[in-house]
């Protein structure tokens, strides 16, 4: 038998190295091998081994003509042709970067995707890689073979190999050569395979060649051998090419003869197929379903799916501001406080719906209430479960009730290379809708922790849910949350790579606990929490300025404070506060914090409380929107929402801390002293202040809080603080400006909202049209009169928000 080695035609061979993209790029630029007898070029590639001359041999290098004439008889090149779906909405087109670049680079250039196929048997079966294209997207599918073009279409979709069956007429059938499979020569890890490629280059295709070298396990005998490699770099250019999910792996794999013994549908191929059916006979045998049955199959688990998905409406909290408006444009970009925003979850039990949308603590104190959205009137309020601590995703409960179906859990993940669905929830025409199309596990990716996980042959959507034919859930794509990510956000929120998890497949086997036991995996800091307390935060009780340079230069604290990079320096220290029971002082330096469980501390870097988070917020901003207003105080009290406000809020209340901080002692000494501190959550402050409001007096006034005292030097009972003037209202003829201070009504003191409510409503009982207010404005009083005749008890607001 003549032995040979192949020509190294290292223009990118297919199982070592990323192959053309679809659009018909040409040969890399990797050099090839020199002529017998002369020098090679240098390379990093190890050569081949090279084996002993067969009698009658002269060219070691030679191609086997078996092989070449075999791959001009049996290679076709398939074309698809596209169409859009004019039924989509354009909204989807621009979100969906499948869809998008799929018309971008072939629907509006009017240009077809080309691809090698084999053409397996007689009867005109041609084998093409499963690029996953969905039918609506496909206008028509042309076989060229011998300068001649045939109609085909999709017959099959195999399960043992990621390919796809073509079937041609009955005519076309007998102008097509179908490859001579040769039984296969199992040898282990002396197995040698050939392989040839069609490529396109310039307006030429071409066939290449290469010799394929055996790898066996590294532990553990020769087990299973592989040929070839697989890696996220070798899939986005073979099973992903252009995101359009085309790619030019096919391959035909050969003996040392050069006898077709296979075909490659990927970058690596196993002798014992566990991993995909590769040999030729097999392939003629592989089990799959049939194109039509695969349609039916797809319009009933969508039918299905479309009864157990839900459209989940948040109801954000309106107004507030400040960290409100903040928290949420951090978990979306997409709405804003006092909106509704919809997402889509697909019910799990009779009574239990999951989403596969990211929430933290911030997001969830804006949420008011929740419910499912059955039709435009017709909607129904739901629970809130909790979120995942593990995986991006939280569960809602229908307290009444059952919904009408829910999704079974598969026995187990697909295998390697086993088709399922993406199942895609959204909106379409008005009602629910899933997009179904398919992909496979392709191979294992090192992620969070060192621990391997699932990466697919082609992108998934994030929040996208993965089933199998019968529909049940075989996993999910969504983001791993991280330990301690809210704690280890704050020092990276300025730092390009965020401290977000990544997106990756969690299968069945890792969910069905979180999906059979939800309430036993959710997060104890994520909860949906009352108006009112949900607007509290935590605290210690300080107020504080950021270290600079020139400061620690001038009080000889440059070591400490790191050059003034570090450290929080207090200026004030609330009276009956944690701090004050922690023997805080002024001038103390805030050097860091260090949570339970956390493998680094929270340094308070002083840059974190610069860029007005130390200062004025910018919340009190909305005081000035009318020009009725002009007239309202600045605020001289310091906002609680700081960086240290923050830092306990993501730590949790309850938890004990190690705050570090240093005392200066004079001329640069000091002392640094590390206490423990149990985080405590905070008396309400302007943000979270019991509050009263009246429309048709045009006033809200809200309680006076801690901060406000300790700015104004009040004593109590302090009055109420004027927290908004209508355009227009008896308030604002009255002269009532925002941010003052109303101590006293007919002359009585103040101590709150509620009082003040009760009084104006005593005196308009008793037919009293207007009541005097006396005011506190810089330092000094004033009195005004409050029109109150047009005063209704039916306008109060906010005296029956929920609180503790």
Known sequence: MRRCTV???VLAGLLTAPAASAAGEGPTTRPRAKARGKAPKATTRPAAPRRAKADGD??????????????????????????????????TVQEDYRIRRLYDEYVDQKRPAEMPGIVLDDQGHVLVVDGGLEDRFLERIEVESGGKTFPARRARLLFDAPGIRLAVDAEAAKALRPVRFVPFQDQGVNTTLLQSALYKSDDEWRLRFTSLRPALGFEGGSGNIYFGGRSPIQLDARFGGQYTGFSHSMGLLADTDGSPVGCALTSFVDLKQEEGVWRGPDLRQADGIDWAKLQAAEDGCRKRMIDAIHEVVLVLRQGGGGEEDESYRYSSSRSAAGRETSTYGVAI??????VLRPMDSRMARQIEKIYIKHSPTQRQPVEFVGAYKDIGGFVVRLPEGKLPAHVAA????????????MARLRKRHGGKYVDLSTNRLYGKSRGYEGKYHWYAARPIAPGTFLVDFDGRLVGAYTRQRLEHEEERGLETRSRYRSTDGEYRIYTIAELRDLLAQPVAHMDPKIQVKPKTLAKRRAWVGVEYVPMTNRLAEMLKLETPTKDGQLGFRVNAVYAGSPAEKLKLQVGDILLKLQAPGLPYPIELASRFARDGEYGFSSRWDSSFEDEDEMGAVEPTWRTRMNFLTRAFDAIGVGKTVQLTYFRPTGDGQGDAVTVDYQIELAPPDQESAPKWKNRKLGLTVKDVTYEVRHALNLQPPAGVIVAKVESGSPA???????????????DKPLASAQEMRDRVAAARQAGTDKVRLTILRLGKTRFADLAVAEYEPADDEGLEEDRE
């Open 732 to 746: 604002v003829i009255a002269k009532v400006y925002p941010n003052e201070v109303i101590t006293r009504l007919d």
């Open 7 to 9: 020509l190294a035609w």
């Open 410 to 421: 598969a026995d187990g993940p697909p295998g390697r290379m086993r088709p399922f669905w």
């Open 58 to 91: 002269t060219d070691e290098e030679a191609v086997p003509q078996a092989l070449i004439d075999a791959s001009r008889r049996s290679f076709v090149v398939v074309r698809y042709h596209f169409r859009k779906d004019t039924s989509e909405s354009l909204t």
């Open 349 to 354: 039990s009779p009574t239990e719906i999951v």
